[in-house]
């Protein structure tokens, strides 16, 4: 999500803790209002009740958007069993229970069936589209829906620790697509005794860590002070897990026009996504053929 309006050309990232009660676009609104920022978006919807890890992209930085998008994201959650909601979270309306509670061992034993290349059917209150409608306003108007299964790859699902008989901790490293809340529904119906998600924390995507996340209320305390612009990360920090390649200054001019130039690419494969540099600042994004660099987004940090 890209949000463009009058104001500053400002460039870089905003790693921002996420509180819950309030939705990614509300956090992206407030970046814009208090940088005046011309151009915003985010790398990845968290639920209005999730918290956590919410990158927020400025200016050229939103170019890098979808390259954020495909890499892994990692999540903390608990699940409460004994009960399924509607929206599969702890907002939702309880719509089946069941006295089962599951012992620890069941549960090990239950999570390699979530780990690989999964088909995973998103909750009925998601963003996804059916038939140009959103599959949350279908729900909402009651009507039944029957959403397909979608692949996920699952690097890894641990079960972390179990605080009592009804409530379990868990952490997913997956791609992108997941729903955590599908995983809690599914793992509880596996179980036999139902579950969702009681709170769902993300602790990390792509090069993003929870550790070095701001919070809203640290930024509000900063607007309109001259030590706010110190908290905005390089837009290189968002490209720290693609390969990159080198120029010199000479080749300045052909990357700013889209014009493919010579490098050194022992180490990357051909065609694969990538980015060059020159004296550490990003030029471009794009990919490699027979030794040639392709710009395929430029970034203009002049402005």
């Not at 999500?1 to 996420?18: A, F, L, P, Q, T």
């Not at 990357?255 to 030029?283: F, M, T």
């Amino acid at each position: 999500m890209v949000s463009k309006r009058k104001g500053k050309n400002i460039n870089g990232w905003i790693i921002v803790d996420k509180p819950a009660g309030i939705t990614s676009t509300g956090v992206v609104n407030k970046i814009k209002w208090a940088f005046n920022a011309k151009k915003v978006g985010h790398s990845g919807t968290l639920d209005p009740d999730a918290t956590g890890v919410l990158p927020i992209a400025l200016g050229e930085a939103t170019k890098t958007i979808p390259y954020i998008m495909d890499e892994l994201k990692s999540y903390q959650f608990c699940v409460k069993f004994g009960e399924a909601t509607d929206t599969d979270d702890a907002t939702g309306k309880i719509i089946q229970t069941s006295s089962k509670r599951p012992l620890d061992d069941q549960i090990s034993a239950m999570l390699s069936k979530y780990t690989g290349l999964i088909k995973q059917t998103p909750p009925n209150f998601s963003a996804v589209k059916i038939n140009g409608s959103r599959a949350y306003d279908l729900a909402r108007e009651g009507l039944e829906l029957k959403l397909n299964p979608r692949p996920l790859f699952v690097k890894e699902l641990k079960f972390l620790e179990r605080s009592d008989d009804e409530h379990a901790l868990f952490q997913l490293t997956c791609g992108k697509g997941g729903y955590v809340r599908s995983i809690a529904r599914d793992l509880g119906n596996d179980l036999n005794c139902y579950g969702h998600v009681k709170w769902l924390k993300r602790v990390w995507t792509g090069p993003f860590k929870i550790e070095s996340c701001i919070t809203i209320d640290k930024i509000q305390e900063l607007y309109k002070s001259p030590k706010l612009l110190q908290i905005l990360q390089p837009l290189e920090l968002g490209l720290q897990n693609l390969p990159f390649v080198s120029c010199s200054a000479k080749e300045l001019g052909d990357i700013a026009n889209g014009r493919a130039v010579k490098v050194n690419s022992n180490d990357i494969k051909p065609e694969e996504k990538c980015w060059i540099q020159c004296e550490g600042k990003a030029l471009a994004l794009g990919y490699l053929k027979e030794s040639m660099f392709y710009p395929s987004r430029v970034f203009n940090m002049e402005n």
